[in-house]
């Protein structure tokens, strides 16, 4: 059994023969964080798990079946409770301590067998079964839409009527289990290239002209590093909005990477993945991409995932060529790495160093793209900077393999004797196109979040309206709500949301609910890209979106609760008032984090912001200072 992929498997004879503590025991060591409560779970459901297998020894194909028990998916966190492996069929077990089934529930275990069938090549063609067993359930087998809903007692009806029918296909407990079982489907691949070239998607902008030149050079840079079987690292730096993302997912998409990439094992794989620690920005792009199948994970990743996978299995090499790393000097640094994959196998390194670990097993040649945006370290453990990055290439075994490219802003600062480094002017997108009125937008809002102003704002305010864009401020919050309506009234297309910082104490006593409880359950996909007629949408201006759901990503307008986290006291700039980060959490600069905080807020309307100020006096100096920096009162 590889036990890097599920916390216990064997075959029927083993598995209905094996102590139920020791197995539990097992998925606890598996499973990070398992209470008692959880290992309770386990030791109660085994049993009858053992049961069903035993009724099912007498069959022609019991010999070759398999138990699998919290197996995880291919480049997921996910894991399915059960897997049954029975006559060339994959059985896909959620349990359930319930006594009937809920539509969550459905949706879940269907997923699971979804994913499998798209991304595990051993379910490219088989039967992929997923079933729902309520543990308290005593009726008869019955099926919803996809998902067959059994009592535990009837798990092993199931099993034996829907494999009945390919008894004579193998099954194989070390093929499914094998780390390098990720495989996304031929017809997936080339379904997201197409919607990636030919299709509408909204937070997947086209601005060709804008990137074509950084593009073609990043192509040329793969070729040469295919050619002269090289390494190397692109730095590709941005300003919010400049189109490094949409670079990014192009790159990701290309056909011409499939001449480039080496033959290995007759597999086809996809030759380059784009990756993001940015969960909201992952939801979203899949939530846009999902049309083309497989939940619009063929391209697009989250780099928690790929790091837990590639770091617990040092002998796996990873299928791409080129890794897209989006928002790259936001990369964690090794303690946060070392808190954050704490089942993983990091060894002390910092994400750039595993980047450059996996990049050196690819054979032949590998680019590692990072793109670089400015002033966005928002999270804790995000504070080392694009200097990381040099600092893993420098540090690798095989440097000289390695050549750094990346604009003269960057590597001006970051230089090291023993790294090869070029200078690209193509590797810098200075022009904004996420905004397309608001040219001195950025020059303003890092102007406004100083204390002392090198321009005068209100002049660079007033050239943003001549331009279009739209700064109002207000303290009544439904006069700003009713004005979004207002304003996009005849534009069902549109988006307009509240958004708010994760640190503020006050606006939730003034209907902005950025709590906790309430920001966690925000389905971001589809709250940015739904519209109206939507429960989840955003311009139903009743769910908040932090800082943390909005990196990245964009509104029409945002209307924009300023908290007291960050206000103005006597002229400066203060966060005296902001929620205290947890005691060890290793934060450098909480003022920094606040500012960038409020950088990524202001800077996600496309046509503008409308700043809302609770009115509490806390924040009438604030009020004040938007007024004379331009701001119009709605």
């Known amino acids: 059994m590889n036990e890097k992929q599920a916390g216990w498997a064997g075959g029927f004879e083993e598995f209905k023969d094996a102590d139920p503590h020791v197995i539990a025991e097992k998925l606890a060591v598996f499973v990070p964080g398992a209470g008692a409560s959880q290992v309770r779970a386990w030791e109660d459901s085994i049993p009858p798990m053992q049961r069903e297998a035993t009724q099912l020894m007498n069959e022609p194909w019991s010999s070759g079946a398999s138990a699998i028990m919290e197996y995880q998916l291919p480049m997921e966190f996910r894991r399915a409770d059960v897997v049954v492996l029975a006559a060339g069929d994959v059985f896909v077990l959620e349990l359930k301590g319930k006594d009937a089934p809920s539509k969550a529930d459905l949706d879940q275990v269907s997923g699971y067998a979804r994913d499998l069938r ?8 088989r ?27 009837s798990v092993d009806e199931v099993v034996r009527l829907k494999a009945g029918s390919n008894v004579t296909a193998s099954t194989s407990l070390a093929e499914f289990l094998n780390p390098a079982s990720y495989s996304p489907l031929p017809s997936i691949i080339e379904a997201a290239r197409e919607l990636m070239e030919k299709g509408e998607l909204r937070y997947i902008k086209r601005a060709h002209s804008a990137t074509e030149q950084t593009l073609l050079t990043i192509k040329n840079l793969c070729e040469e590093a295919a050619r002269t079987g090289t390494r190397k690292l692109v730095l590709l730096r941005g300003a919010p909005g400049s189109g490094k993302t949409l670079v990014g997912l192009q790159l990701a998409h290309s056909r011409w990477l499939e001449d480039l990439a080496v033959e290995r094992s007759g597999k086809r794989r996809i030759p380059a993945v784009f990756l993001s620690g940015n969960g909201p920005l992952v939801e979203v792009l899949q939530y846009q991409l999902r049309s083309a199948g497989g939940e619009g994970k063929t391209f697009v990743r989250g780099v928690k995932e790929y790091v837990a996978r ?5 002998s796996l090499v990873p299928d791409e060529h080129v890794l897209i790393y989006d928002e790259a000097q936001r990369a964690w640094d090794a303690d946060r790495v ?9 060894d002390g390194k910092s994400e750039p160093e595993l980047f450059v ?13 990072g793109l670089i945006g400015t002033g966005q370290e928002i999270h804790v453990g995000e504070e080392g900077g694009t200097e990381q990055w040099l600092s893993a290439i420098a540090n690798t075994g095989n440097s000289p393999e390695w050549e750094v490219i990346g604009p003269k802003e960057i590597l001006d600062d970051t230089r090291r004797e023993n790294v090869k480094m070029r200078i690209s002017t193509e590797m810098s997108l200075d022009v904004t196109i996420r905004f397309h009125a608001a040219k001195h937008l950025a020059t303003w809002v890092e102007q406004l979040l100083i204390d002392s102003q090198d321009v005068e704002l209100d002049k660079l305010a007033t050239h943003l309206r001549d331009d279009g864009y739209r700064l109002y401020i207000t303290r009544d ?18 988006r307009f949301g509240i958004l708010a910082s994760s640190r503020d104490r006050i606006s939730e006593l003034y209907g902005v609910k950025n709590g906790w409880q309430d920001t966690k359950t925000l389905r971001t996909g589809p709250w940015f890209a739904d519209g109206p007629g939507s429960h989840l949408s955003c311009t139903n201006l009743d769910s908040v979106a932090t800082e943390f759901a909005c990196q990245g990503l964009e509104l029409d307008q ?5 908290g007291s986290d960050f206000i103005r006291r006597e002229g400066k700039w203060s ?35 409308v700043i809302f100020l609770p009115p509490h006096a806390s924040l009438d100096e604030t009020f004040e200072y938007f007024k004379n920096s331009g701001c119009e009162e709605l």
């Open 310 to 314: 590639y770091s617990k299995s040092p």
């Open 558 to 562: 945002a209307l924009l609760a300023w």
């Open 127 to 153: 039967p992929v079964w997923p079933v729902l067993v309520p543990m308290r359930w005593r009726g008869k087998p019955e099926s919803h839409l996809d998902v067959t809903v059994c009592s535990p007692e």
């Open 357 to 369: 670990e996996f990049a050196n097993r690819v054979p032949g040649w590998c680019v590692v793209v």
């Open 477 to 494: 919050l439904e006069q700003a709500k009713q004005y979004l309506r207002d304003r996009y009234a005849d534009e069902p297309s549109r």
């Open 575 to 609: 966060n005296a008032e902001a929620r205290s980060y947890r005691k060890g959490t290793g934060v450098r600069d909480p003022m920094a984090l606040r500012r960038n905080a409020y950088r990524v807020l202001l800077t996600r309307g496309r046509d503008g912001s």
């Open 118 to 125: 798209a991304y595990h090549e051993y379910c490219h063609e």
């Open 338 to 346: 070392a808190a954050g994959h704490a089942d993983g196998r990091a």
